[in-house]
Structure formats: C-alpha cells, structure tokens
C-alpha cells in the first residue's frame, strides 16, 4: 500500500536578553539611565524598584500607587522556553480520518510585558495548508491548533511564518502551550514521505 508520512520538526530562536535598552520608532527605552540611592517599595497593591531622583521632587501617592522622580537601570528579565518534544509525526495519512501529533511548550518571561510566542520560520506547507479554519475528514488539507490560557487562536491555521501562537501581557512561569500539527488526505493526494521544518520565537512583548 502506498503511503503518505508527515513529519515536523521544530526549531527555537529566542533573541539576546535586552538590558537597559534605549528606543526610537522601532525600539522602547526601559529604564535607561543609572542612579545611586533608592529602596523597594511595596504595597497591598503594588510593589516599585524606586530611585532617589531629581531634587526637589516629590512623592505622589494614594493607596494604590506611588510614584518616584526619576530613572535606574533595569533589567527586562530572562526568557525561557522548553519544548517537550521537537519532533512531531503524524504518520500514514488515510481518506477517512484525520492524523495528528502535539507537543507541550512551557514558556517563561520574566519581562513585566510578558511575551510573544510565534513562528520565526517555516517550511512550505507538504501538501494544501487549511483555509477554513479546520482540517477536515476527506480534504487534503495541513495545519495546526494551540491550547492553554495565552493561546492567540482556537481553530486551524496555515503553519507559514509569523503566525503567533501565543502571547501575554505579564510575566509567567511555566506557561504552558500546546502546539498541535493535523492533516488529512484525499483520494488524490500524492503519495510518499513529506515533512517541514520550524523555527520557533520567543520574545519579549512590547
């Protein structure tokens, strides 16, 4: 029996941790400058890495805020991303059902933005990627799906590049995403082995 095997494999860039950056049009300055004095401040509602700040300058303030004059140097915080399994394989394709593999990603962002979770870089699809919104039994069609809590869409989607699959507004640990590749066959897809690489990215959400 002729058959058709699908196999991805994916791939993680996660760009250098930004310290202090400065901005522009197409960057953010996050607490650029360095100062001397200051404490940790906290709250019920609120916790601040204050700086002693300009002189003379006061301290607004009410029960759910505080705010300090001037900056310090800050770091945005570290990223981390793990991937359960790297290589998913949805094995012998048949007209009458659809195939489909997962793996669990468990991000971390230290970044008080939070993170973006997104394809950096793909392959071209194997065989058609869906346009509809679902794989469905009997069309030949490829494409994936995401879960958890921050995932950016719940139906089927073209794997291509720039497809972001999840991001937040707050620092996580452990976040998890499940990332689901599926296909299906028709009676006219062409037969043999087929496959697509990923580069996953992660970064900080500004």
């Given at each position: 029996?002729?058959?058709?095997?699908?196999?991805?494999?994916?791939?993680v860039?996660?760009?250098?941790?930004?310290k202090?950056?400065?901005?522009?049009?197409?960057?953010?300055?996050?607490?650029?400058?360095?100062?001397?004095?200051?404490?940790y401040?906290?709250?019920?509602?609120?916790?601040?890495?204050?700086?002693?700040?300009?002189w003379?300058?006061?301290?607004?303030?009410?029960?759910?805020?505080?705010?300090?004059?001037?900056?310090?140097?800050?770091?945005?915080?570290?990223?981390k991303?793990?991937?359960?399994?790297?290589?998913?394989?949805?094995?012998?394709?048949?007209?009458?059902?659809?195939?489909?593999?997962?793996?669990?990603?468990?991000?971390?962002?230290?970044?008080?933005?939070?993170?973006?979770?997104?394809?950096?870089e793909?392959?071209?699809?194997?065989?058609?990627?869906?346009a509809d919104?679902?794989?469905?039994?009997?069309?030949?069609?490829?494409?994936?799906?995401?879960?958890?809590?921050?995932?950016?869409?719940?139906?089927?989607?073209?794997?291509?590049?720039?497809?972001?699959l999840?991001s937040?507004?707050?620092?996580?640990?452990?976040?998890?995403?499940?990332?689901?590749?599926?296909?299906?066959?028709?009676?006219?897809?062409n037969?043999?082995s087929?496959?697509?690489?990923?580069?996953?990215?992660?970064?900080?959400?500004?």
């Open positions: 029996m002729k058959k058709l095997l699908l196999v991805v494999v994916l791939l860039f996660c760009p250098s941790t930004l202090g950056e400065m901005s522009s049009t197409n960057y953010t300055i996050y607490a650029d400058t360095f100062s001397v004095g200051g404490v401040s906290t709250s019920n509602n609120f916790s601040l890495y204050d700086s002693v700040g300009e003379p300058a006061s301290v607004p303030a009410s029960a759910n805020y505080e705010i300090r004059a001037g900056f310090q140097a800050m770091e945005l915080g570290d990223l991303l793990v991937i359960a399994d790297s290589s998913l394989s949805l094995g012998a394709l048949d007209v009458a059902s659809i195939k489909s593999d997962n793996t669990n990603i468990n991000v971390t962002s230290g970044s008080a933005s939070g993170y973006i979770l997104s394809i950096g793909a392959d071209p699809s194997p065989i058609f990627a869906v919104g679902a794989v469905t039994i009997g069309s030949e069609e490829y494409g994936a799906s995401v879960g958890g809590a921050n995932a950016n869409f719940l139906d089927d989607r073209e794997i291509a590049t720039g497809l972001v999840a937040s507004t707050v620092a996580v640990a452990n976040d998890l995403v499940v990332f689901t590749v599926k296909a299906a066959r028709n009676s006219t897809t037969y043999g087929k496959n697509q690489n990923l580069i996953l990215n992660l970064s900080a959400n500004f």
